[in-house]
């Protein structure tokens, strides 16, 4: 059986993701189909719409029933063993192996202990959503003082919750410093991907985002930009040129499972 790895960089837009791709992965446009990370995870793993599995939003109650009848699309369907690296605990009941580890280099070194246990991987990196890179890096990327809107410090997220970066929008003020200290982190987890990816030798490797992020109202739950959706998939795969979304990638898992399961 084909041994699959699923990436799943949190918060990553397409249109930065553009300039850090690996050389060794195809790149090609993606949609997201939600704006938050359980209800797209969930596609991804079911290959059904927020709308049809019936989680469309993170935190929601009933979230666990919700994946109780959809558990068998994929795991253990169609794969053996399995290992989750996500901060998303809703989902770790149904992988044979997990961690909660959130950041990349945490991540990956957790996922070199599983290649021979395992023939599935979700790994999912917090790093872009909180913008986490190597101090000093933003620096490399900041290009000046870019004043924030009132309307845009004056929004509030659905949740009510502060968003990540609500310090950075109300003391510092400045768009600028928020694209760099993101881009920053950007470079940040390829660095680890790189230095990951020749471990997954022998493996069918998808890389994507569960969505994107504003760089209007810094965040991506319910916010009237069209770039939250716009995400990535490279795969070390070459696929047709055009625009996947998230069933997609399911059918592509899927497909590879299927014609090795079947195998003689």
Known sequence: MQKTAIIVIDALRYDVAVDFAPRTLHLYKCRSLADTTEPSLTTILSGLKPEEHGIVRTGQRNARRMLRRIRDRLLPRFFRSSFIASPAILFHPYFTYGTVAKYSEEIFTEAVKY????DFMLLHCMDCHDMRSTPGLALKYYEGYEPIPEHVLEWRPPSGLPRPYEDDLRYARDAGWLKAKYRASVHHVFENIDLFLPSLRGWRIILTADHGESMVYWHHDSVPDPSVYE???????????RVYDHIDIYRMVVGFAEKQFLMP
């Open 115 to 118: 290649l021979g246990k395992v």
């Open 231 to 241: 995400v990535p998939l490279m795969t070390n795969l070459r696929l047709e040129d």
